[in-house]
């Protein structure tokens, strides 16, 4: 069984630039999960998918921050326009049912210069 | 407010030792403990979880202690190996609050277990 997989593993953008991840839960896993780690501090909640509904996005930083999951399957983070403290590892972590074992996936390492 | 704090941020140990890493929380409602294993390159893997109910849980060499009244954790590391490096993260989670369960995270352990 595939885990859950992240595109790109590495994205380096300019201050302003727009960036785009993604993250591919496992199969059949209606929960969702974003998370985000800032250098040397904790793996930070960002948002909750169930299916293709955001359960709570209370961890979203602002406005510059859109989350989409389409049809309930893969789900998407943009970032735009990108600032230099949203640098990070962003990781995307999925579970059957909410009070499941999350299962994360690699991470996509953001670099903002 | 960091709501788990883990310590300490870095620990060496020799293999065989038993490294100690120690988290306490703050928000009485967290109802789940779960601690979390990350290897270079690979996201967070659930090592070990325990309930608030119980003092203390064993899965193979790993073992949690929970002192609900400190509102304290920690994760002992019997026999440690060099395969046990990697850095270790305590999270917390309400499960009693319905609808998202989200993890509340420590800043993690690096672990290095010396051969």
């Known amino acids: 069984e595939a885990g859950v997989t992240q595109f790109p593993s590495h994205s380096v953008i300019e201050k302003g630039q727009t960036v785009t991840l993604r993250c591919d839960p496992i199969s059949g896993h209606d929960n969702l999960y974003w998370y985000r780690r800032v250098m040397g501090k904790e793996i930070k909640f960002l948002l909750h998918?169930?299916?293709?509904?955001?359960?709570?996005e209370s961890g979203m930083p602002n406005n510059r921050f859109l989350a989409e999951r389409t049809g309930g399957t893969y789900s998407t983070l943009k970032v735009q326009p990108a600032e230099l403290e949203d640098s990070g590892v962003y990781f995307c972590a999925s579970s059957q049912s909410t009070r499941d074992e999350q299962y994360f996936g690699p991470g996509t390492r953001l670099t903002v210069t | 407010q960091q709501q788990v704090k883990q310590s300490p941020q870095s620990l060496i140990v020799q293999k065989g030792g038993i490294p100690i890493i120690n988290c306490a929380y703050e928000n009485t409602a967290f109802d789940y403990f779960p601690w979390y294993q990350q290897f270079p390159g690979k996201g967070p893997a659930l090592l070990i979880a325990i309930r608030p109910d119980v003092s203390e849980k064993k899965e193979g060499r790993f073992t949690i202690s929970f002192n609900k009244s400190a509102k304290q954790f920690s994760l002992h590391i019997m026999d440690s190996q060099p395969g046990d490096s990697a850095t270790y993260f305590c999270a917390a989670t309400d499960y009693s609050q319905g609808g998202s369960e989200k993890l509340v995270f420590g800043k993690g352990t690096k672990l290095t277990v010396n051969p």
């Open positions: 998918f169930v299916k293709e509904s955001k359960q709570d």
